[in-house]
Protein backbone atom coordinates (compact mmCIF):
# COMPACT_ATOMS: atom_id res chain seq x y z
CA UNK A 1 0.00 0.00 0.00
CA UNK A 2 1.23 3.72 -0.91
CA UNK A 3 1.52 6.93 1.26
CA UNK A 4 -1.51 8.07 -0.95
CA UNK A 5 -3.48 4.74 -0.33
CA UNK A 6 -4.36 5.61 3.33
CA UNK A 7 -4.07 9.18 4.64
CA UNK A 8 -5.20 8.49 8.09
CA UNK A 9 -2.94 10.81 10.27
CA UNK A 10 -4.87 13.53 7.92
CA UNK A 11 -8.07 11.91 9.02
CA UNK A 12 -7.19 11.36 12.64
CA UNK A 13 -6.17 14.97 12.44
CA UNK A 14 -9.30 15.84 11.15
CA UNK A 15 -11.80 13.60 13.01
CA UNK A 16 -13.08 16.63 15.77
CA UNK A 17 -13.89 19.39 13.50
CA UNK A 18 -14.40 18.25 9.75
CA UNK A 19 -17.68 18.58 8.68
CA UNK A 20 -19.09 17.03 5.82
CA UNK A 21 -21.84 18.09 3.51
CA UNK A 22 -21.92 15.95 0.48
CA UNK A 23 -25.67 14.92 -0.31
CA UNK A 24 -27.50 11.82 -0.09
CA UNK A 25 -30.37 11.41 -2.84
CA UNK A 26 -32.09 9.43 -0.63
CA UNK A 27 -34.80 8.46 -3.93
CA UNK A 28 -32.07 6.75 -5.28
CA UNK A 29 -32.13 3.79 -2.45
CA UNK A 30 -36.09 3.63 -3.16
CA UNK A 31 -35.17 0.30 -4.97
CA UNK A 32 -34.17 -0.76 -1.55
CA UNK A 33 -36.54 -2.48 0.89
CA UNK A 34 -36.42 -0.57 4.46
CA UNK A 35 -34.64 -3.69 5.86
CA UNK A 36 -31.88 -4.31 3.30
CA UNK A 37 -28.29 -4.49 4.91
CA UNK A 38 -26.79 -1.39 3.91
CA UNK A 39 -22.45 -0.75 4.56
CA UNK A 40 -21.21 2.73 4.41
CA UNK A 41 -17.64 2.49 3.55
CA UNK A 42 -15.57 5.49 4.57
CA UNK A 43 -18.58 6.51 6.83
CA UNK A 44 -16.50 9.23 8.57
CA UNK A 45 -18.23 10.35 11.68
CA UNK A 46 -21.53 8.59 10.71
CA UNK A 47 -23.51 11.32 8.96
CA UNK A 48 -24.60 9.34 5.80
CA UNK A 49 -25.69 6.26 8.26
CA UNK A 50 -27.98 8.82 10.73
CA UNK A 51 -29.64 10.34 8.02
CA UNK A 52 -30.32 6.60 6.17
CA UNK A 53 -31.40 5.80 9.53
CA UNK A 54 -34.22 8.82 9.38
CA UNK A 55 -35.69 7.48 5.89
CA UNK A 56 -36.59 4.18 7.98
CA UNK A 57 -33.34 2.38 7.21
CA UNK A 58 -31.88 0.09 10.21
CA UNK A 59 -29.86 -2.16 9.32
CA UNK A 60 -26.29 -0.10 8.89
CA UNK A 61 -23.09 -0.75 9.18
CA UNK A 62 -20.23 1.75 8.93
CA UNK A 63 -16.35 0.99 8.00
CA UNK A 64 -13.22 3.49 8.29
CA UNK A 65 -9.51 3.69 8.11
CA UNK A 66 -9.67 6.64 10.98
CA UNK A 67 -10.26 5.73 14.42
CA UNK A 68 -10.74 9.11 15.32
CA UNK A 69 -13.69 9.56 12.65
CA UNK A 70 -14.78 6.12 14.44
CA UNK A 71 -14.45 7.84 17.49
CA UNK A 72 -16.34 10.64 16.98
CA UNK A 73 -19.03 7.95 14.78
CA UNK A 74 -19.64 6.23 18.01
CA UNK A 75 -20.25 9.28 20.48
CA UNK A 76 -22.87 10.63 18.15
CA UNK A 77 -24.33 7.44 17.23
CA UNK A 78 -24.07 5.10 20.09
CA UNK A 79 -26.54 2.39 18.90
CA UNK A 80 -24.86 2.26 15.23
CA UNK A 81 -22.47 -0.16 14.41
CA UNK A 82 -19.16 0.83 13.14
CA UNK A 83 -15.96 -0.78 12.13
CA UNK A 84 -12.36 0.29 11.75
CA UNK A 85 -10.86 -0.71 8.19
CA UNK A 86 -7.29 -2.41 9.65
CA UNK A 87 -6.44 -3.36 6.35
CA UNK A 88 -7.90 -1.55 3.86
CA UNK A 89 -10.08 -2.27 1.78
CA UNK A 90 -10.71 -5.48 3.05
CA UNK A 91 -13.74 -5.45 4.55
CA UNK A 92 -14.24 -7.15 8.10
CA UNK A 93 -17.46 -8.89 6.55
CA UNK A 94 -18.38 -12.03 4.62
CA UNK A 95 -19.01 -12.53 1.30
CA UNK A 96 -22.37 -10.94 -0.30
CA UNK A 97 -23.32 -9.31 2.90
CA UNK A 98 -24.90 -6.27 2.06
CA UNK A 99 -27.55 -5.64 0.13
CA UNK A 100 -26.47 -2.05 -0.88
CA UNK A 101 -23.34 -0.39 0.01
CA UNK A 102 -22.47 3.78 -0.29
CA UNK A 103 -19.71 5.42 -1.35
CA UNK A 104 -19.49 9.12 -0.49
CA UNK A 105 -17.00 11.32 -1.57
CA UNK A 106 -14.58 8.18 -1.30
CA UNK A 107 -13.08 7.97 -4.29
CA UNK A 108 -11.88 11.68 -3.63
CA UNK A 109 -10.09 10.02 -0.89
CA UNK A 110 -8.46 7.63 -2.68
CA UNK A 111 -6.10 9.24 -5.70
CA UNK A 112 -4.71 5.95 -6.96
CA UNK A 113 -5.74 4.18 -9.92
CA UNK A 114 -4.97 0.67 -8.17
CA UNK A 115 -6.29 1.47 -4.86
CA UNK A 116 -9.80 2.69 -6.67
CA UNK A 117 -9.89 -0.84 -8.54
CA UNK A 118 -8.85 -2.89 -5.53
CA UNK A 119 -11.61 -0.86 -3.39
CA UNK A 120 -14.56 -1.62 -6.14
CA UNK A 121 -13.58 -5.62 -6.80
CA UNK A 122 -13.44 -5.23 -2.48
CA UNK A 123 -16.78 -3.92 -2.52
CA UNK A 124 -18.26 -6.54 -5.17
CA UNK A 125 -17.12 -9.47 -2.85
CA UNK A 126 -19.76 -8.01 0.32
CA UNK A 127 -22.22 -6.80 -2.38
CA UNK A 128 -24.75 -9.47 -2.68
CA UNK A 129 -25.98 -10.73 -5.91
CA UNK A 130 -27.94 -7.83 -7.69
CA UNK A 131 -27.58 -5.42 -5.04
CA UNK A 132 -26.85 -1.58 -5.33
CA UNK A 133 -23.13 -0.07 -5.33
CA UNK A 134 -23.90 3.84 -4.72
CA UNK A 135 -20.87 5.90 -5.59
CA UNK A 136 -21.32 9.57 -5.14
CA UNK A 137 -18.33 11.52 -5.77
CA UNK A 138 -16.66 14.55 -6.99
CA UNK A 139 -16.29 15.74 -10.70
CA UNK A 140 -14.05 17.49 -12.31
CA UNK A 141 -13.97 21.13 -11.86
CA UNK A 142 -13.65 23.41 -14.78
CA UNK A 143 -13.07 26.98 -12.97
CA UNK A 144 -9.37 28.57 -13.33
CA UNK A 145 -8.37 27.57 -9.39
CA UNK A 146 -9.00 23.37 -9.98
CA UNK A 147 -7.51 23.42 -13.31
CA UNK A 148 -4.37 25.49 -12.49
CA UNK A 149 -4.19 22.85 -9.25
CA UNK A 150 -5.03 19.45 -11.18
CA UNK A 151 -2.11 20.24 -13.57
CA UNK A 152 0.46 21.78 -10.88
CA UNK A 153 0.46 18.27 -9.30
CA UNK A 154 -0.59 15.79 -12.46
CA UNK A 155 3.37 15.07 -13.15
CA UNK A 156 3.66 14.54 -9.37
CA UNK A 157 0.92 11.88 -8.82
CA UNK A 158 0.30 10.56 -12.41
CA UNK A 159 -2.80 12.21 -12.85
CA UNK A 160 -4.95 14.58 -14.07
CA UNK A 161 -7.03 15.51 -11.52
CA UNK A 162 -5.20 14.74 -8.59
CA UNK A 163 -4.25 17.73 -6.12
CA UNK A 164 -3.23 18.38 -2.35
CA UNK A 165 -5.61 20.67 -0.06
CA UNK A 166 -4.22 23.36 1.89
CA UNK A 167 -4.44 21.74 4.69
CA UNK A 168 -2.33 18.56 3.70
CA UNK A 169 -5.00 16.09 1.91
CA UNK A 170 -4.19 14.31 -1.38
CA UNK A 171 -7.74 14.18 -3.00
CA UNK A 172 -8.70 13.42 -6.63
CA UNK A 173 -11.82 14.70 -8.60
CA UNK A 174 -13.28 12.58 -11.42
Known amino acids: MSELD ?3 PYWDAAATTKTFTHPLHAPWLDVLGRQAAILDY ?14 GFDDLTGVDTSPGMLDRA ?5 GMRFALLDTPPLV ?9 VLLFAVLTCVPVDEAQHRLIAELHRVLAPGGLLFISDL ?21 YGVFET ?4 VCRHH
Open 6 to 8: SQV
Open 42 to 55: GCGYGRTMAELERH
Open 74 to 78: RDLHP
Open 92 to 100: PCPDAGFDA
Open 139 to 159: LLQDDERNRDRYSRHATRYGS
Open 166 to 169: SDGA
